[in-house]
């Protein structure tokens, strides 16, 4: 007896059974069956992206004349129903119709045709076609798939969907936490603080003055972030198997960059040189490197305001972030700096995650092809999406809410020893470092010793242990 919820579809390998209602077909079914690794399937952001490639492909082979052509000619009407069904992919109305794991054939075969066959489906449906017929009047090879390599297409729908994920999501969470940043460094620039190097204390400076230079970092990361865009906007389309083209028409790689720049609004271009293009995905390890620049600055700024929010009684105290959660389960009242250690961990994350592009980049191309691409596709569209979704937070969360805490800032300047540097032109290095020591022996603080030994006039020690004239070049 049959089983209704199945159905059976033949391929170049023989008969295969498959879901009754699935838009996919025998190739994604045995690929589903032969990498039954981790369950987890690729991104969606990247289906969507080899949606919008191939209804480029779609449009640019239309243009050349070849779908209503050649052997198999479609008709205008199945050329509109191939295009619709490539836009409805893009939108993500497939996205539970890819269910091949992560961890599949290098070159990412097996999803390039599980596309081509939920578009073929689709498109013979809305063409008022069987979709469930074994003869396919729009073929996922022939139609679908034409002028393409699955070894050109899927590092271009990588790249497509990393640039859009940077462009999209990550610039715009990156740039609004800089002018967060930048707007409280003006708004705290007269709050009086020590500074630290070494964790040691150091001359002061501003809390504005500090928080300038956290924004900055910021800022830097926004130019990385458009950096690592830059790095991915040559596609491989149209090198097809190895880089000769063969199987396509010469102006096809073009017409496809043209059509996915004016969609995307992203410049991208087709490849220089076919050949590097298919064979190693260097521009995709040069994007991640820029991400992982901006993950250090994260963890550096994050980790920074961490410290200078720790207390309230036995710690800096210097910034007071906001309460969002209790922070112990055994500690009444006590509140933890959630935000800057979830922003921390992402960093940790993507820094790993760069380890996995390097090593695949590095490794996984021989010859004609890197046989490492799906990973790296997965793997870099976590770290955007772990960033932008991190640094959005943290934002949010965190930086918004942010106040100074001018008493606990000014009331360490006071008792630094670092204040003595102030004295290095009026008595030189080896004394002051003595009156340094001694104020640390005795517990005294800089000024009360220098006025008991008498080292400078009381106008010139004001002058000299002034901390705002520490907090500049000297006029």
Same mark, same amino acid.
């Given at each position: 007896m049959?089983?209704s919820?199945?159905?059976?579809e033949?391929?170049s390998m ?7 209602a699935?838009y996919?077909?025998?190739?994604t ?15 969606g ?16 082979n ?7 052509a050649?052997?198999k000619p479609?008709?205008?009407a199945?050329?509109?129903a191939?295009?619709? /069904? ?9 996205d539970d ?8 054939t ?13 578009i073929?489906n ?12 074994? &003869?396919?009047p729009i073929h996922p ?5 034409m002028?393409?390599s699955?070894?050109?297409i ?7 969907a ?5 462009r ?16 409280? @460094?003006?708004?705290?620039?007269d ?8 964790l040691a ?7 504005g003055?500090?928080?300038?230079g956290l ?7 926004v130019r990385?972030a458009?950096?690592?865009v ?8 149209g ?7 063969i199987?396509?028409?010469?102006a ?6 043209e059509?996915?720049?004016? &969609?995307?609004?992203i410049p ?9 293009a ?5 521009g995709?390890?040069e994007?991640h ?11 550096h700024? /994050? ?11 036995c710690g800096y105290?210097e910034?007071?972030l906001?309460d ?5 389960s055994?500690?009444?009242g006590?509140?933890?700096?959630v935000?800057?250690e979830?922003?921390?961990?992402v960093?940790?994350?993507v ?10 980049? @590095? ?6 092809l ?6 790296m596709?997965d793997?870099?569209?976590e ?9 959005a ?6 930086l918004?809410?942010?106040?100074p805490n001018?008493?606990a800032?000014?009331a360490a300047v006071?008792k630094s020893?670092?204040l ?5 032109p ?5 004394r002051?470092?003595?009156i340094? =020591? ?6 005294k603080?800089?000024?009360?010793v220098c006025?008991e ?5 009381e ?5 000299a ?6 907090i =500049?070049?000297?006029?």
């Open positions: 049959a089983d919820a199945y159905r059976v033949r391929d023989g008969e295969v059974r498959l879901p009754a699935a996919y077909g025998p190739q079914q045995r690929a589903v069956e032969n990498f039954p690794i981790s369950g987890r399937r690729l991104p952001e990247l289906i969507r992206a080899l949606g919008l490639v191939k209804w480029a492909a779609a449009q640019a239309h243009a050349l004349g070849r779908l209503t050649g052997p479609l008709t205008e199945q050329v509109q191939l295009l619709q /069904a490539c836009r409805e992919t893009a939108a993500g109305r497939f119709q890819f269910p091949v794991d992560v961890y599949q290098g070159s990412g075969t097996s999803t390039n045709m599980n596309a081509n066959e939920v073929a689709r498109a013979i449906e809305l063409s008022g076609g069987d979709r469930f017929r074994p &003869e396919k090879n022939d139609h679908v798939n002028g393409q699955t070894n050109d899927f590092p271009t729908a990588t790249h497509v990393v640039a859009v994920g940077i999209e999501r990550l610039l715009p969470a990156l740039t609004d936490a800089w002018k967060v940043l930048d707007g409280k @460094a003006r708004e705290w620039q709050i009086l603080k020590i500074g630290r190097t070494h204390d150091a001359t002061p400076l501003t809390l003055q500090e928080f300038s924004a900055r970092m910021l800022e830097l990361s990385r458009e950096r690592a830059d790095a991915v906007l040559e596609l491989p389309a090198g097809t198997a190895v880089g000769s083209g199987n396509t028409h010469p096809f790689g073009r017409r496809v960059a059509l996915l720049a004016r &969609e995307t609004g991208f271009r087709e490849a220089e040189n076919h050949f590097e298919n064979a190693q995905r260097d995709l390890v994007c490197g820029q991400l992982r620049a901006v993950a250090v600055t994260l963890f700024v /994050a980790n920074n305001i961490r410290f200078l929010g720790s207390g309230p009684r105290y910034v007071i906001p969002l959660q209790p922070g112990s055994i500690m009444p006590k509140v933890n700096p935000m800057c979830s922003l921390m961990q960093a940790a994350r820094l790993g995650n760069d380890h996995t592009i390097a090593f695949a980049g @590095a490794t996984g191309g021989q010859f004609q890197n046989i490492m691409m799906p990973v596709a793997t870099a569209l770290s955007v999406r772990l960033l932008a979704g991190g640094v937070a943290f934002t949010d969360k965190a918004r809410g942010l106040k001018p008493e800032c000014e006071e020893l670092a003595v540097t102030g004295l290095n009026y008595i030189g290095y080896e002051a470092a003595a340094a =020591k001694e104020a640390f022996r005795r517990g603080t800089i000024r009360e006025r030994q008498k080292v400078l006039p106008d010139k020690l004001a002058e242990l002034d901390p705002r004239r520490m =500049k070049p000297l006029d």
